[in-house]
């Protein structure tokens, strides 16, 4: 039995928790809860968690002293214990209200071919199980979930060296720092080409994150600590005070959140140069401030950041300077949970000094002329290979592709230093009845008519100064 068969045979157990009004996201959690418990058995690493809440100890029990068991051990586990465990566990409850269900699910667990899973990788297995979360419409998880060709793409571009300080701000259940970890791995032979004291750093510091919501904050700790990751995965907000810390890093690769920061949240960082409530350009801040001089970035975006007046404006032109800009891919549509959101790939490097840094950009279009992705046609890896051909051109004016286009820092100026450029084509957004969803297409409608209150709000500050 392969891990897919694993995922798909653990994903099927949530029919169980139907009658307990259990949604996707809480069965992942709770069979989080277990997994790491019975993960712990399998990898021989049950050293750091009490005896007496083993999993041995939890698959013996049955019904009501099942049930009571379990919540004891869960708290037990969130207060008592430190450490990764202390951190997974932190705050956990059950909502699983029938013992028998949760009998089931220990006993179906217990009975999976966890010998294949182990030779496979326990923590690729975990990521299937995230990524079955991710794919389902009705969990809502996919704002957490990037598309693994993706990441993987930006990674490989971006290119962590050993010894390189990592970071994603928006951490979301790890996937960008996973990628990065094993691109270091695949670059020194899983670390053996490293002195003790290098991979040591690679595994307690080369990697970290920040994210905000707990319950994807725990997702994020065990799908780190199956990857053999120990670095810091902070809880909280990263445009709070709490994100001034989080700085000098060799590279960022990131995919933050989309919206508007609403008032009565959390305390805004003083540190910005220019304040707004859009949550995508206080991270764009964030994110080139963060980098250590010569540090890299690639960030996932929507449009709306391209063509921004007012603070967007002024903030793409603070990048510009600070950074070289020298890509954006322009993405197509349908690969993230709002299928309508337009969005893009920034890649930029901090420069050395704080102006002029960039001279031009070159922008690869993937969304004209293009298909609609969805289940029926998923993004993979082949997909980027003629941007990545074009990104990695020793001279990139050679390139032969018609979506390959560059725009000078002066034509991008006399644009009011939109970036909203480059696309060549007409892009194919096909209505299919199969696929619709009337909850995504209320989220489309929502972003398209949040992107023009946006563009109107800028207006009205630019003629606030005029006048």
């Known amino acids: 039995m392969n891990n897919q068969q694993i995922v798909n045979k653990l994903?099927?157990?949530?029919?169980?928790?139907?009658?307990?009004?259990?949604?996707?996201?809480?069965?992942?959690?709770?069979?989080?809860?277990?997994?790491?418990l019975k993960m712990s058995k399998e990898t021989g690493a049950e050293k750091d968690i009490p005896p007496g809440y083993r999993w041995d100890v939890l698959r013996a029990k049955s019904g009501i002293d099942l049930k009571k068991f379990y919540s004891e051990l869960l708290q037990h586990l969130g207060e008592e214990t430190s450490g990764r465990i202390q951190e997974i566990y932190l705050g956990s409850s059950t909502s699983i209200d029938e013992p028998k269900n949760l009998e089931k699910i220990i006993k179906s667990i217990d009975a999976l071919?966890?010998?294949?899973?182990?030779?496979?990788?326990?923590?690729?297995?975990?990521?299937?199980?995230?990524?079955?979360?991710?794919n389902e419409k009705k969990s809502g998880?996919?704002?957490?979930?990037?598309?693994?060709?993706?990441?993987?793409?930006?990674?490989?571009l971006v290119d962590p060296q050993p010894g390189?300080?990592?970071?994603?701000?928006?951490?979301?259940?790890f996937g960008f720092m996973i990628s990065a970890s094993q691109h270091v791995r695949e670059l020194t032979d899983n670390y053996f080409s490293l002195s003790e004291d290098e991979a040591r750093f690679q595994v307690n510091e080369a990697f970290t994150g920040i994210e905000l919501v707990h319950g994807t904050h725990r997702l994020a700790l065990m799908n780190a600590m199956l990857h053999n990751i120990n670095g810091e995965i902070a809880l909280g907000d990263t445009l709070s005070p709490l994100g001034k810390r989080f700085k000098d890093?060799?590279?960022?690769?990131?995919?933050?959140?989309?919206?508007?920061?609403?008032?009565?949240?959390?305390?805004?960082r003083?540190?910005?140069t220019f304040e707004t409530s859009n949550k995508q350009l206080n991270f764009l801040q964030h994110i080139y401030r963060s980098l250590k001089r010569g540090g890299r970035a690639a960030v996932?975006?929507?449009?709306?950041?391209?063509?921004?007046?007012?603070?967007?404006?002024?903030?793409?032109?603070?990048?510009m300077n600070k950074?070289?800009?020298?890509?954006?891919?322009?993405?197509?549509?349908?690969?993230?949970?709002?299928?309508?959101?337009?969005?893009?790939?920034?890649?930029?490097?901090?420069?050395?000094?704080d102006y002029g840094n960039t001279e031009g950009v070159w922008f690869y279009d993937l969304r004209s002329d293009m298909p609609s992705f969805g289940k029926r046609t998923p993004l993979t890896r082949a997909h980027f290979a003629s941007f990545i051909n074009a990104y990695r051109a020793e001279d990139r004016s050679q390139v032969d592709d018609d979506r390959w286009s560059y725009i000078s820092r002066e034509d991008i100026a006399a644009k009011d230093d939109s970036l909203d450029l480059g696309l060549k084509g007409v892009t194919e957004e096909d209505f299919d009845l199969d696929t619709f969803d009337p909850v995504l297409a209320v989220q489309e409608v929502s972003q398209q008519l949040h992107q023009a209150l946006e563009a109107l709000d800028g207006l009205t500050e630019l003629l606030k100064q005029d006048a």
């Open 141 to 156: 998880a996919g704002q957490y979930f990037t598309p693994r060709p993706l990441i993987d793409v930006m990674v490989k």
């Open 164 to 173: 390189e300080r990592c970071n994603d701000p928006a951490a979301g259940t």
């Open 300 to 319: 996932v975006l929507p449009d709306n950041v391209l063509f921004a007046n007012g603070d967007g404006q002024r903030i793409r032109q603070d990048l």
């Open 323 to 353: 950074c070289n800009l020298h890509t954006i891919l322009r993405m197509p549509t349908g690969i993230f949970y709002a299928q309508g959101v337009k969005t893009n790939v920034l890649f930029f490097d901090r420069g050395k000094t």
């Open 11 to 36: 994903w099927k157990l949530s029919d169980v928790l139907r009658d307990d009004g259990i949604t996707y996201q809480d069965y992942v959690t709770e069979l989080t809860y277990l997994l790491f």
């Open 270 to 272: 003083e540190d910005f």
């Open 113 to 134: 071919d966890w010998f294949s899973a182990r030779e496979e990788g326990l923590g690729n297995l975990y990521e299937g199980l995230l990524e079955k979360n991710a």
């Open 249 to 268: 890093y060799d590279v960022i690769l990131t995919n933050p959140p989309f919206g508007t920061k609403k008032g009565g949240e959390r305390a805004k």
